[in-house]
């Protein structure tokens, strides 16, 4: 079934063509039609299979007709990345139409999205933090509202967004078009939808999740501490040519791309300890080729669209299925071809097994010849609290203020280095034993009750 069996707007049928697509996939095969027909969409649909297509194209064929100047649509997402993949996705169907877009989310200023809301740009897309922080504020009006997206409802709900989306629904028109998109369906969100729709269109809901045909899976038993020198074996054996990395935390993460670039291997991380700016140069690095290895937390487990991604390598084992399956499903996107591999230590083959029983098949085991499997690891990717603390400790001066040299400072940058002002007070004579101790507290706690009092929040 080509595109044009569904009479989308001609502009929209010449954006699809440009980006090369002749096909639907079976998510957009089945959502696309009632979502045309002005019906609610519950969407169990699996990462990578081409579901944000699925809503964007009915709601750009509507919008092209409608008047500008208000927004009328709105698209809740749960990551960063995910909001500025869907207005790339909807810049590059939409280029020959004139709707326009916006993404909404945190770690950025406020201002052009300020902007955004007061020039009534028609899709809003938006993380649900940074939107309730723009609601506090007159411009950010969602009253012409017509459509509604919610995506990737089940990680929402992970990430504990669920309270913030029932109180974005109070800044919206209830009578609009819902679509609903979720990879697995766990009861609250099985209960949100109750809520929400109205005899909806529902797809796949039956449908157990799994990752993309294209996927091929193999699983390298590992000891934990022998998994970075994997890693670069088969880096260094062309047996992965690019790959996204997924860790269990952020400081793994780091050391993990610390110990590939150290070994010459173009490598850069992602995760929430990290600015967007950061975020952003990261990504675009790895999508241009410029860095062939991106290590990341499961922040990256959606909202990632890399074209072509040959390999996703599960660093470390995830806990739970369904979070194996939105890992490995950032390659073999929109019915390619790719491969996921698990490095698996023997404390990790409990979580294994729970994974391929969801799967409900085993995963081949994959010995790499001429790795040596006994070797001295070269050094541990885990510190102890203990040890981070006397590290930060150590970077520290005796009251606590960085040594020279340190990474650490004032916010100012570089004002501990600067020479008193010989106006300024000198600081106050140490207070004797037997002096009163309400003659010294009490000056520096009454201005900041004062402060606290005009504080709007």
């Known amino acids: 079934m080509p595109f044009t069996h569904f009479k989308l707007h001609p502009n929209l049928l010449k954006g699809i063509k440009d980006l090369g697509f002749t096909r639907p996939t079976p998510i957009q095969a089945d959502a696309i039609p009632p979502a045309l027909e002005g019906r609610d969409v519950l969407a169990c649909a699996m990462t990578g299979s081409g579901k944000t297509a699925a809503f964007l194209l009915p709601i750009a064929h509507h919008l092209i007709s409608r008047p500008r100047g208000v927004t009328r649509a709105l698209i809740v997402t749960p990551t960063r990345e995910l909001a500025a993949q869907i207005l790339d996705d909807l810049n590059d169907l939409a280029v020959h139409t004139p ?55 089940d990680r929402m709900l992970d990430m504990g967004f669920l309270p913030d989306i029932k109180r974005i629904l ?108 950061q975020r952003t140069r990261a990504l675009e690095s790895f999508k241009s080729g410029k860095q062939q290895v991106l290590v990341a937390t499961d922040i990256a487990a959606r ?25 490995v499903g950032r390659t073999a996107r929109a019915e390619a071809t790719g491969d996921a591999f698990t490095f698996v230590s023997p404390q990790e083959e409990g979580d294994m097994a729970r994974i391929e029983r969801a799967l409900k ?58 020479k008193k002002s010989p106006s300024r007070s000198p600081s106050p004579a140490p207070r004797s034993p037997d002096a009163p101790k309400s003659s010294g507290g009490s000056t520096w706690r009454r201005p900041r009750r004062a402060r606290r009092k005009g504080r709007s929040w």
């Not at 038993?221 to 670069?232: C, G, H």
């Open 361 to 418: 098949k085993r995963l081949p085991r994959i010995t790499v010849p001429d790795f040596d499997y006994k070797a001295q690891p070269e050094g541990r990717l885990e510190q102890s609290s203990r040890e981070r603390r006397d590290a930060s400790r150590a970077s520290r001066g005796p009251h606590g203020a960085p040594r020279s040299g340190s990474s650490g400072g004032s916010r100012s940058g570089g004002r501990r280095d600067r």
């Open 303 to 327: 909202g990632i669209d890399v074209e072509e991604l040959g390999h996703v390598v599960n660093f470390d084992v995830p806990k739970a299925p369904e979070d194996y399956i939105h890992r």
């Open 99 to 153: 709707v326009m877009g916006a993404a909404v989310f945190g770690g950025v200023g406020m201002g052009p999205q300020e902007h955004a809301f007061r020039s009534g740009v028609d899709v809003i897309i938006a993380t649900p933090g940074r939107l309730l922080d723009h609601f506090r504020f007159g411009y950010a009006k969602m009253n012409h509202v017509e459509f509604l997206v919610l995506d990737e409802a």
């Open 170 to 277: 109070r800044h919206i028109p209830a009578r609009r078009q819902t679509l609903f998109f979720s990879a697995t369906m766990p009861p609250p969100i099985a209960a949100l939808t109750r809520e929400l729709l109205k005899d909806p269109a529902t797809i796949n809901l039956q449908r157990t999740s799994a990752p993309a045909v294209g996927i091929t899976q193999a699983v390298y038993p590992v000891a934990q501490e022998l998994k970075s020198s994997l890693l670069v074996a088969l880096l260094q054996r062309g047996d992965i040519q690019d790959a996204l990395v997924f860790t269990r935390t952020k400081h793994r993460a780091d050391r993990v791309a610390d110990f590939l670039v150290k070994r010459g291997v173009r490598a850069e991380r992602i995760h929430g300890n990290r600015s967007q700016s």
